[in-house]
C-alpha cells in the first residue's frame, strides 16, 4: 500500500514558507545534476520528502506543539541551540548531560582516592554506594530511581580506567627504578679480576708448600 501526501506552503505570506521553498528548489537543483536515471530520481525525491515527513511526526511524539514551532522558527539561522530552547518550550529537555564540571571531578577524584580500600576478594559487581556518598558531597547525586543507574556505571568505568591508568605507571616507574639499580651497581675491572686471580694462584703454591 502507498500514501500520497501533499501540503500547501504560501512564501508570500510566511517567512518560514519562502525559506522552505528556496531549500527545496536547491535541493532540487542538486538532484537534478546528480544525472540520475529518472527511477532513481523518484526513489530519492520519495525518501527525502519520507523522512522529513517522519522526522516531524518523531517531534510530534515528544510533544505535539514542538513542530509548529519549529516550523515557525525556519530560517537562515537554523542552530543546535535554537533547537534546545524550542523543545524546552515545549516541555522537552535534549540536554542529557548530567555529568559533572571539571573541578567536581577533580574533588570526586580526591575523595575516591581518600576513601577505604575494598575488601579482599570483593563479590562481583558494581556498588554504587561509595560514589554515591561522593557524589552527595558535591551535591550532585542522582536518585536511582531516576533512570540514573546507567551515568552511575559510566562514572564507575571511568575511575576504575583512571585507577588502572595510575597502577600501570607506577609499574613502569618501579621497573624503571630497578633498572637504574642494577646500572649503579659496581662490576668488577678485568684488571682487579686478573689481580685476584693472581693472589690465589701465590696462596695455593705456598699452601702446597706446606707453610701454612
Known amino acids: 500500500m502507498r500514501l500520497s501526501c501533499s501540503f500547501t506552503l504560501s512564501p508570500d505570506q510566511h517567512e518560514a514558507d519562502a525559506f522552505a521553498v528556496q531549500t527545496l528548489k536547491a535541493w532540487q537543483l542538486a538532484e537534478q545534476g546528480r544525472g540520475d536515471s529518472a527511477e532513481v530520481q523518484r526513489q530519492r525525491r520519495n525518501a527525502f520528502h519520507r523522512q522529513i515527513y517522519l522526522s516531524g511526526l518523531f517531534l510530534h511524539q515528544l510533544a505535539p506543539k ?37 573541578p567536581q571531578w577533580q574533588k570526586l577524584t580526591a575523595l575516591m582516592a ?23 558531597a558535591l551535591g550532585q547525586a542522582p536518585a536511582l530511581g531516576d533512570g540514573n543507574a546507567e551515568v552511575l556505571m559510566a562514572l564507575a568505568s571511568e575511575m576504575e580506567a583512571l585507577k588502572e591508568g595510575q597502577d600501570t605507571a607506577l609499574a613502569q616507574l618501579s621497573a624503571l627504578k630497578r633498572q637504574l639499580a642494577e646500572q649503579d651497581r659496581p662490576v668488577t675491572a678485568p684488571a682487579e679480576a686478573g689481580a ?17
Open 66 to 102: 514542538l513542530p509548529a514551532l519549529l516550523a515557525e522558527a525556519l530560517g537562515e539561522r537554523v542552530s543546535a541551540q535554537t533547537l534546545t530552547a524550542l523543545a524546552e518550550g515545549a516541555g522537552v529537555s535534549l540536554d542529557s548531560q548530567s555529568g559533572l564540571s571539571e
Open 114 to 136: 581518600t576513601a577505604p580500600a575494598p575488601a579482599p576478594n570483593p563479590e562481583p559487581g558494581f556498588d554504587p554506594a561509595p560514589l554515591l556518598a561522593a557524589m552527595e
Open 196 to 212: 685476584l686471580s693472581s693472589q690465589l694462584d701465590k696462596a695455593r703454591k705456598v699452601k702446597e708448600k706446606g707453610l701454612w
